[in-house]
Structures are given as C-alpha cells and as structure tokens.
C-alpha cells in the first residue's frame, strides 16, 4: 500500500495526539483521521483530491491539519529575493524536528503558506514531507508590495493567471511539484488596483484549477471587497478564505464571511490569546457557522538572514494545550474533529473535473508519492 505512512504508524501515532490532547477518545476513527459514517465524514470523497507535495491524495486522507503555518520566510522584497540567501540543508536540519513532533502528536496535514518571492521552496518542502510523514501542500499565486516582483504591475491578470496555472498543471519551478492551494495577499482597507489585479488573476487561476484561494486579509472592508470581485469574476466564494480573520475585531465582518459561505480562519491562536480565540470560535458556533471556520497558528517561521533561522516557534500549542482548553470550555469533541480534520480538507478540496491538476486522462486522482525527484 503505497501511503506517505503506514496503517500501523499511522494509528499508533493518531492515538498518541489523542492521548496527549485528552480528546477525541468516543469518537469512531479510521486510520485517517476522519470519522467512521458519522456526520463528518467526508462526502464525494472519490470524486476530490487534495494536492500535496508529493502529489494528490483523497480528501479523507489528510487528518488532523494545521492549516495555515510557515517553514521559512524571507522578508528582503521580490526585487532582491534569490535561493541563495539561504541553504536549504540548513533549514531542513532545523525545521524538521518541529515536524516530526507534530506528527508524533497525530498531526498529518500541514498548509505551508510562504508564497514566491518570500521564500516558497516546494523542493524544501517535498523532502520535509517524505521526512516527516507529514501531508504538506505548497501554493502558487502572489502576495503584496513590497513582495511582488515588477512585472506582476505590468502583466494583466490574465497573464498572471496563465503563469500559476501552469504551475498548477505542470509544477513549480521546473519540478513536479504542484501547488494545492493559491496564496494571494491584499492591503487593509478598499482594495488599491494592484491588488484587485492580484484578487482577478487568482479568481481566474481557481476557476481554471479549481485550487482554494487563501488570501492574507485580515481586515474586514478588504475581505468584503475580496469577496465581492471573486463573486463578479464567477468564483464560487466556498473557494475563498479569509485569511488572519482573528485580527478583525468586528465580528460582523467574521459572521458576513460565513454567511457568504467563505471560509473563517481563526490562524494566530496562542497562548497570550486563548480565551478571545475561545469566545470567537464559540461566537460563530453560536451562530451555526461551524461548517465555516478554520485555525491554526501561523508558527514556524525559519527567518533568512538570522543565524539558523532566529526564534522559531513550534507548532504544538494547538494540539497539545488549545484543544483540550476548547472541549474544557464546552465544545465538544465532535465538533472540534470537525475545525481539526473535516474542515481543512472540505477546503482545500479539488473536484476531479477541475482542470488536470493531479488527474489522469480518466479523472482519477493518481498518486505521486515516492516518484518526485530531489536535488
């Protein structure tokens, strides 16, 4: 059986992270993480693939996943970027020891969300993957001044598009390692037209594709007007999250994304801010959005340019201290295998039919592990 782990492993490794979170122990688990014919389990799951680094997977076999997290990220601006500002052997000496902890913890998905011109090395992140067991999906799209590169403001939308959907059809960089979602970025507040350029190419690189769009946000006007231009260009908004949603106090804004049936991402949980993250996500419970609402934590981050990567923070605090404090606070376990497992992969989920990312000529998501081919 030819899986990025072993049934066994696999199932020693899920019940340690229950163990240690103290969760999950009534619930009818197979060896992925999702719930046996309960009410999360994964629907259509033969008719979706998740991309990986190491290529597609079925929906139901991402597990417990954090959803928005760093391995490296270099903030020197697209004009001087290059790979050589870092070793790459370096950052894999360091960063995979926070990988393989999270995955003794039963974590098996991981969106690493760097975009180009900040760091994104999907090379890195295919030997991270192999290493640690661990699902990792790596991104195509573009973020914001001053990380874009100078022909982003001279090329049209549609020019950008074609240039990520490629990616997306053919690989990255050369390689064969294709993106599993579309990180973009917009500045707070009414869109400038960088970014509404920036918004359109990735609407046009997600109908093409069929790739899920996670847009750096974080503020409430900017993600309506994110929405807005997406609906327009004929993006179903299912396809959308609005990313660092935490960091808009005005929880209307939060409600009127779910509303809209986009997706909610509480990603800076910690433990300076557990309780306010606790009450939003009791919050759009509440107000029956929990079909809406993803987290994460938005840790890692291997900094270029500081002796070995500078004070990178682990990515164990969600499993091993937030999810016990959820169910504590009354949430129950159902519901929070629902934001850790359902969730993540109902939204990074590619329908079969979506242009050929990951799809054999007869529609068949086909895997790729072990076939990618390292430096």
């Known amino acids: 059986m030819d899986n990025i782990t072993s049934r066994r492993d696999f199932i020693k490794n899920i019940a340690l992270a229950f163990a240690s979170a103290g969760l999950f122990s009534g619930l009818n688990l197979n060896i992925w993480g999702a719930a046996k014919k309960g009410k999360n389990t994964m629907q259509d799951d033969d008719n979706y693939f998740i991309q990986t680094v190491l290529g597609p997977i079925k929906p139901s076999q991402l597990g417990m996943t954090l959803i928005h997290e760093h391995i490296l990220v270099d903030f020197i601006g697209a004009d001087n970027f290059n790979k050589n500002r870092y070793n790459p052997d370096e950052v894999f000496e360091v960063m995979l020891p926070y990988l393989k902890e999270i995955r003794a913890l039963g974590v098996t998905g991981f969106a690493e969300c760097t975009p180009m011109y900040l760091a994104r090395d999907a090379e890195l992140m295919a030997r991270l993957s192999k290493s640690a067991n661990i699902h990792i999906l790596t991104n195509t799209g573009m973020y914001k001044e001053p990380y874009l590169p100078k022909y982003a403001f001279e090329k049209t939308a549609e020019e950008l598009a074609q240039m990520w959907i490629d990616e997306a059809n053919n690989g990255i960089e050369g390689t064969t390692i294709k993106p599993g979602f579309i990180k ?82 509480y990603d800076s949980i910690g433990s300076g801010d557990a309780n306010r993250h606790i009450q939003l996500i009791k919050t759009m419970l509440d107000k029956g959005y929990e079909d809406r609402l993803l987290l994460s934590q938005d840790a890692g981050w291997y900094n270029v340019g500081q002796p070995r990567g500078g004070n990178i923070r682990g990515f164990t605090y969600i ?18 295998e629902k934001l850790m497992i359902t969730n993540p992969a109902m939204a990074l989920r590619i329908n079969n039919k979506k242009g050929n990312v990951g799809v054999n000529p007869k529609g068949k998501a086909k895997s790729t592990f072990g076939n990618i081919k390292l430096k």
């Open 184 to 265: 973009i970025a917009v500045n707070p507040g009414n869109l400038i037209p960088i970014q509404q350029k920036i918004v359109r190419a990735a609407a046009i690189t997600s109908k093409a594709t069929g790739l899920t769009i996670a847009c750096h946000t974080g503020h409430g006007v900017a993600a309506i007007e994110t929405m807005d231009i997406l609906e327009k260009e004929g993006v179903p908004l299912n396809k959308f999250i609005f990313v660092h949603a935490d960091a808009e106090s005005n929880v209307n804004y939060h409600i009127e994304t779910a509303k809209r049936s986009a997706w909610v991402e």
């Open 319 to 336: 499993v091993k201290e937030f999810m016990p404090l959820m169910e504590k606070s009354g949430i129950s376990k159902e519901t929070i």
